[in-house]
């Protein structure tokens, strides 16, 4: 990340714009404003001899943005993302869909529409579509057809890229892209590091493009509206991916005082890594377990570089999405076996499959009424019994290669846990006749996420090894909030006295009950909820490794006896805490 000189003239004013900040970091530098090709195609009509012609040159046109795809496909980097050459497969199977040529060439024949104008206008009717699928992943797929659809009309008007050429792009600038939305291949272009930061009118934390910034770690800000119609070429820009806020030509006073900021995040950023062996212990001596989340088996590698202690939630339903197939028993083995493995010893809490609400399989066309509330995690595992059975084995097998424990989502219902653990000694059983072997005493928690199971959580801490918190899923029941729904995510609120209660709760059974309770939902990787968690007495921490070392320092700097204090009295009066009497 290099700063730029600036050329401002005095008398510029700032403009400041607003989004969703994806990737935390400032930069500082010019924008380069990418054409939106599809809404500036030529709008014309071809004459009736001419619409074999031109369907032609739509095919045409099709076929080398498929070829291109692939192509890019075929040469991505060892290190590239792993989504990347899975979106590239998404984007490809989208234009091969006849239904998408076929549309487009019937507008050019019945209507006698350019090439241009009739894929615009097909791209327009697939996106309206796919804004009204209930289906959030759905609906976020429209921006796929949006990206499949400027790729072909690129070709059509003769470019291949919208990106400009990089050797245009001097060495020592810094430059940031501007576009109204940038598909995960030509995300891809941003590794060269000439760019240093992206904004986008579209996307939201989870779309695609989110995604691969994300793993490139390049600031960012998505859905900005209008960012694209506001910044010319040129312009000076601060982007502060901490706060979600873009500036436009600043003055000088402001872009000192960014300079500052900008310097003083990279120090800390350096700083923090010297915490990474360093023991999270408050000042007055209490020890805490940081671990980490991880969605797929080679993230195991990023919780160790982090410094986890071990893998406190691996999401194992993102081994089954995305894929015509469910995953084998072997593949499941090895893949456990993998993280089990690389962590030595480590602790591996292995959740099996939370499938449902908005992690659906692919071609399960189940429409629950009300998907958050139906048959999700646990209760679709034991309504499919072969699938839960074949996924216990490969984690009884994977046991051998490390410290693995299994963890149940969604339990509402003590029975739920004793399905639960005789399916765990059935499958141990088959493996005993089969003569495979497996560690025996594999612990089993399981997430407390259902109110039901936090307000009434004694016998479950009895019979379990270990609970962990999921606050995501325990703040959303709690507070009838869709955490998936920006128009009620103001409401969506961790520090709400009923859910500091429910987590109080399940810590103080769990010490009474001699249980290890964690938390792994967002709240423990978020540092402004550290002390709380502290004072609620919170001793295991699970997130995303690259939270790590803020939440640990954090830790380092409280102390423990004086926050359980403070808390206990504001919770028995059911009052609102004011985060600030915490630091
Ligand atoms: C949670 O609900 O807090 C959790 C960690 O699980 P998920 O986000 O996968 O639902
Ligand atoms: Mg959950």
Redesign the pocket.
């Known amino acids: 990340m290099s700063t730029v000189e600036p050329t401002v003239p005095p008398s510029a004013p700032t403009l400041c714009l607003h989004g969703q900040g994806v990737v935390r970091g400032y930069t500082i530098g010019r924008a380069v404003v990418m054409s939106a090709a599809s809404l500036e195609v030529a709008h014309y009509h071809v004459s009736p001899e001419n619409i074999d012609a031109e369907s032609q040159r739509l095919c045409r046109a099709v076929e080398t943005a498929v070829a291109d795809l692939r192509q890019m496909a075929g040469t991505l980097p060892a290190d590239a993302p792993r989504e990347l050459a899975a979106l590239l497969s998404v984007h490809g199977m989208l234009l091969e869909d006849p239904m998408l040529v076929q549309s487009t060439c019937q507008l050019i024949s019945e209507r006698h529409y350019n090439a241009e104008w009739a894929l615009a206008t097909q791209g327009q009717i697939l996106v309206e579509q796919f804004s009204m699928m209930e289906d959030a992943y759905l609906r976020e797929r429209g921006a796929d057809i949006r990206q499949v659809i400027e790729r072909v009309l690129r070709v059509l008007s003769g470019s291949t890229t919208w990106l400009p050429s990089l050797d245009t792009v001097q060495a020592d600038g810094s430059f940031i892209v501007v576009a109204r939305d940038i598909s995960p291949a030509d995300m891809m272009r941003l590794r060269t590091g000439k760019f240093s930061a992206f904004l986008t009118d579209l996307g939201g934390a989870t779309s695609h493009t989110a995604i691969v910034a994300r793993s490139l770690n390049v600031p960012a800000v998505v859905g900005m509206g209008h960012v694209r119609a506001l910044v010319r070429d040129g312009d000076l820009l601060i982007v502060d991916g901490v706060n979600g806020v873009v500036l436009v030509n600043p003055s000088e006073r402001i872009l000192q005082e960014y300079r500052e900021r900008q310097a003083a995040f990279l120090r800390e950023r350096a700083e923090l890594q010297q915490l990474r062996h360093a023991p999270a212990v408050t000042l007055d001596g209490m020890q805490i377990r940081m671990e980490a ?1 991880i969605e797929l088996p080679d993230e195991a590698a990023d919780a160790l570089a982090a410094g986890a202690e071990g893998v406190g ?1 691996f ?1 194992s ?1 993102f081994l089954f999405m995305g894929r015509a197939q469910l995953p084998s028993e072997n593949e499941q083995y090895d893949a456990y076996a993998s993280v089990a493995s690389l962590m030595a010893g480590r602790p591996v809490t292995i ?1 099996t499959l ?1 499938i449902g ?1 908005d ?1 659906t399989l692919d071609g399960d066309a189940t429409v629950a009424t009300n998907p958050a509330l139906g048959l999700r995690a646990i209760r679709y595992c034991l309504a499919n019994p072969d699938m839960f059975n074949t996924q216990l084995r490969a984690l009884l097998r994977a046991s051998r290669h490390g410290s693995i424990r299994i963890l149940l ?1 969604m339990i509402s219902h003590m029975h739920e846990v004793r399905s639960a653990q005789r399916a765990i000694e059935r499958a141990a059983e088959q493996l005993r006749d089969e003569g495979i072997p497996y560690a025996d005493g594999i612990q089993i928690g399981a ?1 407390v ?1 259902i109110p039901a199971m936090a307000i009434a959580i004694e016998p479950f801490a009895e019979a379990l090894d270990f609970l ?9 029941y709690v507070l009838a909030i869709d ?1 998936g729904d920006k128009d009620v995510a103001a409401l969506y609120d961790p520090m709400h006295p009923a859910v500091l209660r429910l987590i109080a709760h399940t810590i103080n059974v769990g010490e009474r009950v001699g249980k290890p309770v964690s ?5 423990a990787g978020d540092a402004r909820a550290t002390r709380m968690l502290l004072g609620l007495g919170l001793t295991g921490f699970s997130m995303h490794p690259q939270q790590l070392l803020d939440v640990k320092k954090e830790i380092r700097q409280a102390h423990s006896n004086a926050l359980r204090v403070k808390v206990a009295s504001a919770l028995n009066r059911a009052e609102r805490i004011d985060l600030a009497t915490l630091s």
């Open positions: 989340n939630l999401r339903e959740r939370d609400a992690k989502p997430m996420e962990s918190i999921g606050t995501n899923d325990l703040i959303q955490r938390v792994c939902g967002e709240m």
